[in-house]
């Protein structure tokens, strides 16, 4: 299969082991896609699991694509998040929770080249709304976004340039990337394709 593209997938995972069959299964997915990638995954320093066990369930012999980073403390998801970016080698970043399911006829037909370089972000939504359903993809500046913002999970999807632009997410407070999205999103602009891409555990406690 032709590669589309090149991205980053940066997975913070903290305790759950539930969900390292989900991050696995994730992978694979990705991998099937033709996606250009590499998956860097954040363990933030889980007691449910060891190190060696995260590795060996993930890496499965094969670092080629996948790197594990552990965190010597519990930092939270905002900064893991922010180690991922600085590892990232490619300038585009999927944020994917670790619980978070990618549906694979998404991924299949991910095409981030398609997309001008005044994108800064492309949100991938998590449930049908009026805009799936008609197939209407939506470009939003800074006013638009702020009026039309939705009330749900989205999976994000950014340029690592605008992120380094603004300093990455703030270290101050956990979770709150809406802020840092409000940021890029005053000079680049952002994206929203009419696909739902993955589904959502809305029971989550990772953050």
């Known amino acids: 299969m032709t590669k589309k593209n090149s991205i980053s997938i940066v ?3 903290f305790n759950r082991t539930y969900t390292i069959q989900i991050v696995k299964k994730n992978i694979s997915i990705v991998r099937n896609s033709g996606l250009n990638c ?6 933030d320093y889980s007691t449910e699991f060891s190190r060696n066990e995260l590795e060996v369930a993930l890496l499965d012999n094969d670092t080629k694509d996948c790197r594990v980073l552990h965190n010597n403390e519990n930092l939270g998801v905002t900064k893991s998040k922010n180690i991922g970016i600085s590892n990232a080698k490619y300038e585009w970043i999927m944020f994917l ?3 978070v ?3 694979s006829d998404f991924i299949n037909n ?3 080249n398609i997309l001008r370089k005044n994108i800064g972000i492309l949100f991938v939504p998590s449930r049908a709304d009026v805009f799936t359903n008609k197939g209407i993809d939506r470009e939003y500046n800074l006013s638009t976004y ?3 913002y939705f009330n749900y999970e989205c999976l994000p999807i950014v340029r690592k340039s605008c992120l380094l632009e603004v300093g990455l997410f703030t270290n101050e407070v956990s979770g709150f990337e809406g802020i840092t999205w409000l940021e890029i999103s005053r000079k680049h602009k952002i994206f929203i394709i009419p696909t739902v891409g993955i589904k959502y555990n ?4 990772d953050r």
């Open 11 to 13: 997975i913070p995972i």
């Open 38 to 43: 590499e998956f860097i995954i954040v363990n």
């Open 97 to 99: 929770d670790s619980d």
């Open 101 to 103: 399911e990618l549906k």
């Open 110 to 112: 991910l095409n981030l």
């Open 146 to 148: 702020i009026k039309n």
């Open 202 to 205: 809305n029971s989550s406690d």
